[in-house]
């Protein structure tokens, strides 16, 4: 079954607004990864995140292994925000990832 | 920049015809994989292999087939294609024992 819950699955906002978007997930973790996916497009690896906070420019993502999650939070969005967002998470030492259902963020003017 | 690459990129089928959906990468990755997206599910692994030889199952192989022939190949094939098998097909490669993956464009497969 799914072992990892992502939501909300579509998020609209105001550009300059933030937006969280959570991961939670069922079993034991090794690490968890968060995507962005432009609208018709592939995919590109935005965090690698085992446990803790990152931050890179507008976005930081925070993993709570012994919660069972992960958060991305996007501060002031901007229109070229826009697209899905999947976390994934990786079992075990193995390379295999298990992706939630994704994230359709809509930031308009 | 890793260079991941899929033909064709668009592909309209007839049920009970053989597709092939080929990827190629140029990292020298070991790791090569084939996922599916669907409204509703996300990505789903469908194979994946470990090098050239190798294929293995992923969490959903029914009705489909992988072929790694070289390192820089990696072939999914569907036998006797079915419109359930109508999806966004995606490959990615990544190094041995290691967290990345980068995917190709994708491939929209359409199955009448």
């Known amino acids: 079954g799914q072992q990892v819950q992502q939501s909300p699955a579509s998020l609209v906002l105001q550009e300059g607004e933030n937006a969280e978007l959570q991961c939670n997930f069922s079993?034991?973790?090794?690490?968890m990864q968060w995507f962005y996916q432009r609208p018709g497009g592939s995919l590109v690896s935005l965090f690698y995140?085992?446990?803790g906070t990152k931050q890179s420019g507008r976005l930081t993502s925070t993993t709570v292994i012994k919660e069972r999650r992960s958060s991305l939070h996007i501060s002031s969005s901007q229109t070229t925000d826009s697209g899905t967002y999947l976390c994934a998470m990786r079992e075990g030492t193995g390379s295999k990832l298990s992706f939630g259902k994704g994230a359709k963020l809509t930031v308009s003017p | 920049e890793a260079a991941v690459t899929q033909s064709p990129r668009n592909k309209v089928a007839v049920t009970g015809g053989k597709v092939t959906l080929s990827c190629n990468q140029t990292n020298n990755h070991n790791n090569m994989y084939w996922y599916r997206q669907d409204t509703g599910h996300g990505l789903r692994l469908i194979h994946y292999?470990?090098?050239?030889?190798?294929?293995e199952k992923g969490d959903i192989p029914d009705g489909y087939k992988a072929s790694r022939p070289s390192q820089e190949n990696f072939s999914l094939i569907l036998e006797l294609a079915t419109p359930s098998q109508t999806s966004v097909y995606f490959c990615?490669?990544?190094?041995?024992?290691?967290?990345?993956?980068?995917f190709g464009p994708g491939t929209r497969l359409t199955v009448l």
């Open positions: 995140n085992p446990s």
């Open positions: 292999s470990y090098g050239a030889g190798s294929t």
């Open positions: 990615a490669s990544g190094p041995t024992f290691s967290y990345e993956q980068y």
């Open positions: 079993t034991s973790l090794n690490s």
